[in-house]
């Protein structure tokens, strides 16, 4: 598992934490929740962290700090992006979220502030997380383990 860290249920789930020391912390950088997920499907995720450093096995928790996912079996070389000021759920449904993303049988499930929309907006950016291609201004922090 070379560059991958595990991440145990005993950890906090705050990459900030973990990655304290290496790069400042964004104040509205993404976050995403695991819940109700099988290990098969954990397996098949790898969560990227704001800060570039390594990708995490995720387990049924949340995560801070988060520029989005790498899924197993996505088409080409595509990721799931979660811009700042955005959180998302993986597995169960939230009690309150805007969209969803969905991925074969994964759930994915997605919020975004207004602030996002209105810079997405301006920008002609995205406005909320969802799939992109792993290139250009949406190229990845790190590479596809798969």
Same mark, same amino acid.
């Given at each position: 598992?070379?560059? @991958? %860290?595990? +991440? /145990?249920?005993s950890e906090t789930g705050s990459?900030?934490?973990? #990655? ?7 104040? &509205?950088? $993404?976050?995403?929740? &695991? ?10 995720? %790898?969560?990227?962290? #704001? +800060?570039?450093?390594? =990708? ?5 928790? +949340? *995560?801070?700090?988060?520029? $989005? ?6 088409? $080409?070389?595509?990721?799931? /992006? @979660?811009?700042? !000021? ?6 169960? #449904? ?7 993303? !969905?991925? %074969?049988?994964? /759930?994915? *499930? ?5 602030? =996002? !929309?209105?810079?997405?907006? @301006?920008?002609?950016? =995205? /406005? ?6 792993n290139s250009g201004s949406t190229?990845?922090p790190l590479p596809s383990p798969?």
């Open positions: 598992m070379d560059g @991958i %860290r595990s +991440s /145990k249920p990459l900030a934490g973990t #990655e304290a020391g290496f790069r400042k912390k964004k104040a &509205f950088s $993404g976050r995403v929740t &695991f819940q109700g997920l099988t290990n098969s499907q954990l397996s098949q995720i %790898r969560v990227i962290p #704001e +800060s570039g450093s390594c =990708l995490i096995e995720p387990c049924n928790e +949340s *995560y801070d700090q988060v520029d $989005g996912l790498w899924v197993m079996g996505t088409q $080409g070389d595509e990721w799931f /992006k @979660i811009p700042d !000021h955005s959180e998302a759920w993986v597995g169960e #449904e939230p009690r309150d979220f805007e969209g969803t993303a !969905h991925f %074969r049988s994964l /759930k994915i *499930y997605y919020r975004s502030s207004p602030i =996002l !929309h209105f810079v997405g907006a @301006i920008r002609n950016g =995205l /406005k909320n997380p969802g799939w992109v291609s190229r990845s798969w």
